[in-house]
């Protein structure tokens, strides 16, 4: 999926990438089951001066040790002035021996009546095959080939960070991605604990686990000049006890650096495994 810049209305790119960082950290929540039993969860993300600019729509099931992670994304309000983008992105994997090892990964992205379509096939080697409509010709790169040894998609980086957080409450952790175009190291600290108050525009309220993250592009990887321009470099992301959830923690809140400024994510509805929560409307 593509990640370029939110603050500046007309180049509207990172709202994939810093949607994807708050949408798929529930992973803990979504415990195996005989059959999948999606867990669902809403995101609002607002820009500057308050504009509400997108919705996440992200679902995580699990079966065994297989899982499913899909994720639509809408631009709303002011922002489709702009950039007019809906996405819908999937992965499906498999746990093994606790490790989480992604199997194929897709992504469709339609941005200002222009389509994209990325998807990569992990094999078990540890090497991948990569695909991109309209193709992208240093993907099939030697050089290419050799960096993506090794890496995961979007979704299942930051489906590995909040097993891990659940299992021992610390964010310290790397992992290498690559997201259909861009080669990148996510690498992600602790930032101690919070507590959230009623006010301020937070939409909830307690105690909170925080991890900061921060996007480190592979210098030399063949398709990353000039593409990650205007995405984020650094964010932090607020983890929390939901009624419900037994041990199990949820992102509820996200704020994201860009080049053209400060955006902020809120967790805004909860649903399935006998959870039904709503935070906004």
């Known amino acids: 999926m593509e990640s370029s810049s939110l603050m500046s209305f007309a180049r509207l790119g990172s709202l994939p ?17 005989a059959e999948p039993d999606p867990v669902e969860l809403r995101i609002e993300i607002y820009g500057f001066a308050g504009f509400h600019v997108l919705t996440n729509r992200t679902s995580l099931a699990m079966s065994g ?10 631009t709303r309000g002011i922002a489709t002035i702009f950039v007019d983008l809906t996405s819908h992105s999937e992965v499906d994997g498999q746990l093994i021996s606790g490790a989480v090892h992604p199997a194929a990964y897709q992504s469709d992205v339609r941005r200002n009546g222009v389509d994209r379509r990325y998807r990569i096939d992990y094999r078990t080697d540890g090497t991948i095959a990569a695909d991109a409509i309209p193709p992208v010709a240093a993907l099939r ?11 995961v ?14 299992r021992s ?16 190291n996510l690498r992600f600290t602790d930032a101690g604990s919070e507590t959230l108050s009623p006010g301020g525009g937070q939409h909830f309220a307690g105690q909170t686990r925080v991890c900061n993250v921060a ?3 592979v210098p030399d990887f063949p398709v990353n000049s000039g ?20 041990s199990q923690m949820v992102p509820v809140r996200m704020d994201f650096d860009t080049e053209f400024g400060r955006v902020h994510g809120y967790l805004a509805e909860l649903r399935g ?5 709503q935070f906004m409307d």
């Open 227 to 246: 593409a990650t321009e205007g995405t984020y470099r650094t964010g932090k992301i607020w983890y929390a006890h939901v009624s419900g959830g037994g």
């Open 215 to 217: 996007r480190e592009d």
């Open 17 to 33: 990438a810093i949607a994807i960082a708050l949408g798929i950290l529930l992973s803990a929540w979504a415990a195996p089951a």
């Open 273 to 277: 495994r006998g959870v039904d929560m």
């Open 169 to 184: 409450g610390a964010c310290a952790l790397v992992v290498p991605v690559f997201d259909g175009r861009n080669r990148y």
């Open 153 to 166: 998609d979007q979704l299942t980086a930051f489906f590995i960070l909040e097993r891990q957080l659940a």
């Open 65 to 74: 040790d297989h899982y499913w992670i899909t994720m639509d994304l809408d």
């Open 141 to 151: 790169a030697s050089a290419a080939a050799d960096q993506l040894r090794g890496t």
